[in-house]
């Protein structure tokens, strides 16, 4: 098949942002002004001195390219904050990080997580969707929390874009933005998935009983051949969860992960997986109680980092402290 051309792929960038904001699940648009709450993980040690947790700023602008505003989460919050903040927002996203993501004994991270999980099955079940999306180590602790159990396999995927295999474009709530045949191609055939992880969910998994409702979306095979899980999401609710990063392409520019694409096949791919997460978060009924709150929230309160090095590959970054943010919320009780 031959490759898409220039003119073609301008044309479909068009398409998907008119398709991304359609109503391509059949669900009435309850919020235009969606906000998107970002978990933020535990910091490498040489950020532990001034900080708790941290987000990849390149996280904020993929939801904020696709029409979201942004409120941080730390993983670290009191449970009463942490609850609150659940109840305000219209989804969170659950980025990469560092460290194998284990239960029983949950980590801090994992016990965190466990409460979200939890809140987001019960309030969906009622009819009131919150959408969630985790990428790599956030992948991976979906995953983990879906089972109940230390799943993961070893893998070889540190550094590495490939393409997709096995790709179920029909009835995805994920895909459902990137449809029509230039757009299959690109996903199918173009290397678009970037990998940073040593870890995975192996195939067998997703037919074992934990996972009989969800739907595998897609695999990809790491260096050494082995097949892994690519993304997989709930079969009932807006929960998804992919390995690969599509957030990297657009926003990321480190030379020292030079698998990261840059082309424009990555970057449309990448930008409709996004603007389909927040499509789903448009579908949330929570908001903030009032403005002052929301405005405080917001993640332009805090300042954002120059942190590209040899040991931390994001380009930006933002850092918190639990017991500041929880002092924001905190102020309006």
Same mark, same amino acid.
């Given at each position: 098949?031959?490759?898409?051309?220039?003119?073609?792929?301008?044309?479909?960038?068009?398409?998907?942002?008119?398709?991304?904001?359609?109503?391509?699940?059949?669900?009435?648009?309850?919020?235009?002004?969606?906000?998107?709450?970002?978990?933020?993980?535990?910091?490498?040690?040489?950020?532990?001195?001034?900080?708790?947790?941290?987000?990849?700023?390149?996280?904020?602008?993929?939801?904020?390219?696709?029409?979201?505003?942004?409120?941080?989460?730390?993983?670290?919050?009191?449970?009463?904050?942490?609850?609150?903040?659940?109840?305000?927002?219209?989804?969170?996203?659950?980025?990469?990080?560092?460290?194998? +993501?284990?239960?029983?004994? =949950?980590?801090?991270? #994992? $016990? &965190?997580?466990?409460? *979200?999980? /939890?809140?987001?099955?019960?309030?969906?079940?009622?009819?009131?969707?919150?959408?969630?999306?985790?990428?790599?180590?956030?992948?991976?602790?979906?995953?983990?929390?879906?089972?109940?159990?230390?799943?993961?396999?070893?893998?070889?995927?540190?550094?590495?874009?490939?393409?997709?295999?096995?790709?179920?474009?029909?009835?995805?709530?994920?895909?459902?933005?990137?449809?029509?045949?230039?757009?299959?191609?690109?996903?199918?055939?173009?290397?678009?998935?970037?990998?940073?992880?040593?870890?995975?969910?192996?195939?067998?998994?997703?037919?074992?009983?934990?996972?009989?409702?969800?739907?595998?979306?897609?695999?990809?095979?790491?260096?050494?051949?082995?097949?892994?899980?690519?993304?997989?999401?709930?079969?009932?609710?807006?929960?998804?969860?992919?390995?690969?990063?599509?957030?990297? +392409?657009?926003?990321?520019? =480190?030379?020292?992960? #030079? $698998? &990261?694409?840059?082309? *424009?096949? /990555?970057?449309?791919?990448?930008?409709?997986?996004?603007?389909?997460?927040?499509?789903?978060?448009?579908?949330?009924?929570?908001?903030?109680?009032?403005?002052?709150?929301?405005?405080?929230?917001?993640?332009?309160?805090?300042?954002?980092?120059?942190?590209?090095?040899?040991?931390?590959?994001?380009?930006?970054?933002?850092?918190?402290?639990?017991?500041?943010?929880?002092?924001?919320?905190?102020?309006?009780?």
């Amino acid at each position: 098949m031959s490759s898409p051309s220039v003119v073609q792929l301008i044309l479909l960038l068009l398409t998907l942002v008119t398709l991304a904001f359609a109503d391509t699940t059949q669900s009435q648009v309850v919020n235009s002004r969606p906000i998107i709450g970002v978990f933020a993980c535990p910091p490498p040690i040489r950020f532990q001195k001034t900080a708790t947790s941290y987000i990849p700023a390149s996280y904020v602008k993929w939801l904020e390219s696709s029409g979201a505003r942004v409120v941080p989460v730390p993983y670290d919050l009191p449970l009463a904050d942490l609850q609150t903040l659940l109840r305000s927002i219209s989804g969170l996203l659950l980025p990469g990080g560092y460290g194998e +993501p284990t239960v029983n004994p =949950d980590t801090p991270y #994992m $016990a &965190t997580l466990r409460h *979200v999980l /939890a809140y987001a099955h019960e309030t969906n079940r009622v009819g009131r969707p919150f959408a969630i999306y985790g990428t790599c180590l956030g992948f991976e602790a979906l995953s983990v929390l879906t089972a109940d159990d230390n799943i993961l396999i070893n893998t070889n995927a540190e550094n590495m874009t490939g393409q997709l295999t096995d790709v179920a474009m029909g009835g995805s709530r994920l895909f459902g933005g990137i449809q029509g045949p230039l757009a299959v191609q690109l996903l199918k055939e173009k290397p678009i998935a970037t990998n940073f992880h040593s870890y995975g969910l192996g195939l067998g998994t997703m037919n074992t009983r934990p996972f009989l409702q969800t739907r595998l979306l897609a695999t990809q095979p790491d260096l050494d051949g082995l097949p892994f899980v690519a993304a997989w999401e709930h079969a009932h609710y807006p929960i998804f969860a992919s390995q690969f990063h599509p957030e990297r +392409p657009a926003f990321e520019w =480190d030379p020292a992960v #030079m $698998a &990261t694409p840059h082309t *424009v096949e /990555a970057v449309i791919v990448g930008q409709a997986i996004g603007n389909s997460f927040v499509e789903q978060a448009r579908q949330s009924y929570n908001k903030f109680p009032n403005t002052d709150q929301e405005d405080a929230m917001l993640i332009y309160n805090f300042p954002v980092t120059y942190t590209e090095s040899d040991d931390f590959h994001f380009e930006q970054a933002y850092f918190f402290s639990s017991d500041d943010v929880a002092l924001r919320i905190n102020a309006f009780r």
